[in-house]
Every structure is written in structure tokens, then in C-alpha cells.
């Protein structure tokens, strides 16, 4: 069964730090691109960042560049996100994403980790 | 970059057909795909739509979706309507980066 797990999320203070973890199994992931999505509470879909198969490109959404970093291991099956300088407005549901081997879009989701940034 | 604009929210009643639109706010919505994707209350979303028009399987044929060059939008139409359909709807497309629009509440009473 194809799964993506997210784990890392919690309570953390403004300007604190976060890794967040997204176990892959069930697919072959070093074959696929992988995003990271979030949603605010009561708000829409917001693509935060993605990497390619081998790690070598990556990309971020404006309002978190320099401070958010994705990552990967493919021997470990396993994205990351190292989320630095915490803004309230950071506070989501994370979900981590596998993107179809065709097009830009997400074909496999988890089931999210909760950030909370709060004093 | 580019946005995606959608209705906040549609109502529909049971067996009837609904229309969510999916504005682009500059490029060509024919340049890049477009997906739809459905979120229910306390679930992470799925798809019901991807390029542009196609349907993954285990999803009903109720689900179609279409793009209009001339007004530079997409759209998801829904008929048949049940009241399991209920649920939030999201387009997304990309060019440089992968773009979602707002969200459509879809109630259906």
C-alpha cells in the first residue's frame, strides 16, 4: 500500500525551530518528486516546497524562503522540512506529498502533522 | 506567479448539477494542467480531477472537468448530486511553482 506518514509537528514558540519527517512506503520514492502542502485552520491548500527525485533542485514558496528547508533521504525513504524562525502565521496542518512522475500535482497524500506557533 | 481564483462557496440540492469555476489570473490556463482536488471535513484532499479532464479511477463519472481558453478558466462539474459530494474543492496548476486555488465549500441540501 502506497503510504506517507508525517510526524515532527507540536507546539513550538515564535521564532522557535521544527523538523518535520514524512515516512515513505509502498512506492519507489527515490522516483518521484515530493512537496510539502500546508493549511491553515479554517483556510485553503498552501504548496510550501518542493524537491526533485535526487534532491538537486528544490523549490519554496515565497513567504517561507529562508526560513523553511526541505530535504530527503532516499537510502532512509524519508522528506523533511527544517522549519527555522516560526512565524505565528506558520501555524497549520502539514502534509507531505508525493507529485505524479507526469505533471506538477499530488497524486499521494499523508494524513498531516499539526504546527502550532504560539507563545 | 499567477493565481487561482475560485468561488468561496456553491449550493446545490441532491440530483442537480453544480459548476465550480477556476479563474487564472495571468498565463493561459490551456499552458499548464489543471487538477481538482476534494477535501471532506477532518480528510486530507484527494483527487477528482487531473488534467484538466481526466478522472482517477474509483472516482464516478459524475466528476468532470473542462477549460475554457476564452475566459481563462477551468471548471469542475459535479451532477448527479449526493450529499456524500459535500465537501471542500480545490483547483491547483503550476508553472514555476505549484499553485492551489482558494477553495470552494460545496453544500449540498
Known amino acids: 500500500e502506497v503510504q506517507l506518514v508525517e510526524s515532527g509537528g507540536g507546539l513550538v514558540q515564535p521564532g522557535g525551530s521544527l523538523r518535520l519527517s514524512c515516512a515513505a512506503s509502498?512506492?519507489?520514492?527515490?522516483?518521484?518528486?515530493m512537496s510539502w502542502v500546508r493549511q491553515a485552520p479554517g483556510k485553503g491548500l498552501e504548496w510550501v516546497a518542493n524537491i526533485k527525485q535526487d534532491g538537486s533542485e528544490k523549490y519554496y514558496v515565497d513567504s517561507v524562503k529562508g526560513r523553511f528547508t526541505i530535504s530527503r533521504d532516499n537510502a532512509k525513504n524519508s522528506l523533511y522540512l527544517q522549519m527555522n524562525s516560526l512565524r505565528a502565521e506558520d501555524t497549520a496542518v502539514y502534509y507531505c506529498?508525493?507529485?505524479?512522475?507526469?505533471?506538477?500535482?499530488?497524486?499521494?497524500w499523508g494524513k498531516g502533522t499539526t504546527v502550532t506557533v504560539s507563545s | 506567479n499567477f493565481m487561482l481564483t475560485q468561488p468561496h462557496s456553491v449550493s446545490e440540492s441532491p440530483g442537480k448539477t453544480v459548476t465550480i469555476s477556476c479563474t487564472r489570473s495571468s498565463g493561459s490556463i490551456a499552458s499548464n494542467y489543471v487538477q481538482w482536488y476534494q477535501q471532506r471535513p477532518g480528510s486530507s484532499p484527494t483527487t477528482v480531477i487531473y488534467?484538466?479532464?481526466?478522472?482517477p479511477s474509483g472516482v464516478p463519472d459524475r466528476f468532470s472537468g473542462s477549460i475554457d481558453s476564452s475566459s481563462n478558466s477551468a471548471s469542475l462539474t459535479i451532477s448527479g448530486l449526493k450529499t456524500e459530494d459535500e465537501a471542500d474543492y480545490y483547483c491547483?496548476?503550476?508553472?514555476?511553482?505549484?499553485?492551489f486555488g482558494g477553495g470552494t465549500k460545496l453544500t449540498v441540501l
Open positions: 509502498g512506492f519507489t520514492f527515490s522516483s518521484y518528486w
Open positions: 491547483q496548476s503550476y508553472d514555476s511553482s505549484v499553485v
Open positions: 488534467e484538466d479532464n481526466q478522472r
Open positions: 506529498a508525493r507529485e505524479s512522475t507526469v505533471t506538477p500535482r499530488m497524486d499521494v
